[in-house]
Every structure is written in structure tokens, then in C-alpha cells.
T-cell receptor, first 112, second 114 residues
Framework: NAGVTQTPKFQVLKTGQSMTLQCAQDMNHEYMSWYRQDPGMGLRLIHYSVGAGITDQGEVPNGYNVSRSTTEDFPLRLLSAAPSQTSVYFC???????????FGPGTRLTVL | LAKTTQPISMDSYEGQEVNITCSHN???????ITWYQQFPSQGPRFIIQ???TKVTNEVASLFIPADRKSSTLSLPRVSLSDTAVYYCLVGEGRATSGTYKYIFGTGTRLKVLA
């Protein structure tokens, strides 16, 4: 199986533009999360989901929306991109009863 | 949420044992301790997880004292390929519960020298 996949790998946006970062997993995991990682920093939790139709906010949710219509997909939407959202975005998933999170390869986003 | 504190960086030589200590003074009763490894331009990868005492797997050992206010990740006989950032996380919630939030600190940047 492919594990956790993210698209695109790289993206450049202008301030005010919107876009959706895609995340999919084929491990039938209930729990999925989005993190952002700024240069030289650790990961910060944006939003997470404990199953289809259920989402909740993490540490830094402002400026981002999520939805979880299927178990496999967990897209992250930037409503109006700002330079402060320039970062690397990681998606992760975890199975119920397990502690190990599996991370995707990341999306490097630059907002000009 | 329990906050973790780790050394910012460490250097070691190939073949040595490396111990990275993490402080988590405010750990809650239900929290587990998890360590991740991250290489440049990659997502973090799970290394080991424990609740108390000692846990060992094929790549590392995790030592947790009785008061659980700290933990030590031990990497035996490191090689150049172990150069990475290592994160200590304390999980809020239980593995079987529907809610969890993991807080990543800034991690420890380990550099293994030849």
C-alpha cells in the first residue's frame, strides 16, 4: 500500500489566493491530522479528525478549514493565503488503538 | 498539555551510544511518551513509545523513571545515517480514545560524526 500520500509536493501562492492541500491514506486509519512545520521548528497541530464527519481544532487552526467526508481523505483548505502560512505541511494518520502516527512526505507551501 | 524540553543539539561519533533526555514535568496520568525521528525534507517517523520503566525495540530503548517526569531515548552504536532530529512527545488522551493531541517540541538535532 502507498501509506499516506500528499499532493502537491510544492506550491506557490499569492497573498489572498485559496487552495486545498490533499491528503489520502490507504490503511483504513480512523485518525488523521494536519501539522505545519516552520524552518528550524517542531511540528504544530492545525486540525485533526477522529473519523469520517468528525474534526477538531489543534494548536494553530486559524486560517485553515478541514472536512472528513471519507475515511481515506482529509483535505486542508487555506481560505485566503497569507505570507505567515509559508511552511511545510504534513499530514498524518493513526489506527484506532495504536499510538504510531504515519506521516506523509509533506507539501512545501510558499505564499508571496 | 504537557510541555517537553530537550537539548537543542548533540554531537556523537559513529559506534557510540547516544542518550537523549526529555523533560516533561507536567505529564498526566493517562499520557504516554513517544519519540519520533525526522530526516531533512521528510515527515517524522515513529521510533518508540512507552508509559513507564523500560521499553526496547530493534532500533532504540526508552527509559522512564518512576515519577515519569523525564524520559531518555537510547540509541545504541549510532551510525552516520542516524543524523536527524529527534522529537519527544507526550500524548494527551489514550490510544483507544477518540481524542488525542500531540505537541511536538523543537526536538534534538543529533549529528553523528565519522
Amino acid at each position: 500500500n502507498a501509506g499516506v500520500t500528499q499532493t502537491p509536493k510544492f506550491q506557490v501562492l499569492k497573498t489572498g489566493q485559496s487552495m486545498t492541500l490533499q491528503c489520502a491514506q490507504d490503511m483504513n486509519h480512523e485518525y488523521m491530522s494536519w501539522y505545519r512545520q516552520d524552518p528550524g521548528m517542531g511540528l504544530r497541530l492545525i486540525h485533526y479528525s477522529v473519523g469520517a464527519g468528525i474534526t477538531d481544532q489543534g494548536e494553530v487552526p486559524n486560517g485553515y478549514n478541514v472536512s472528513r467526508s471519507t475515511t481515506e481523505d482529509f483535505p486542508l483548505r487555506l481560505l485566503s493565503a497569507a505570507p505567515s502560512q509559508t511552511s511545510v505541511y504534513f499530514c498524518a494518520s493513526r489506527g484506532q488503538g495504536a499510538w504510531e502516527q504515519f506521516f506523509g512526505p509533506g507539501t512545501r507551501l510558499t505564499v508571496l | 498539555l504537557a510541555k517537553t524540553t530537550q537539548p537543542i543539539s548533540m554531537d556523537s561519533y559513529e559506534g557510540q551510544e547516544v542518550n537523549i533526555t526529555c523533560s516533561h514535568n507536567n505529564i498526566a496520568t493517562n499520557d504516554y511518551i513517544t519519540w519520533y525521528q525526522q530526516f531533512p525534507s521528510q515527515g517524522p517517523r515513529f521510533i518508540i513509545q512507552g508509559y513507564k520503566t523500560k521499553v526496547t525495540n530493534e532500533v532504540a530503548s526508552l527509559f522512564i523513571p518512576a515519577d515519569r517526569k523525564s524520559s531518555t531515548l537510547s540509541l545504541p552504536r549510532v551510525s552516520l545515517s542516524d543524523t536527524a532530529v529527534y522529537y519527544c512527545l507526550v500524548g494527551e488522551g489514550r490510544a483507544t480514545s477518540g481524542t488525542y493531541k500531540y505537541i511536538f517540541g523543537t526536538g534534538t538535532r543529533l549529528k553523528v560524526l565519522a
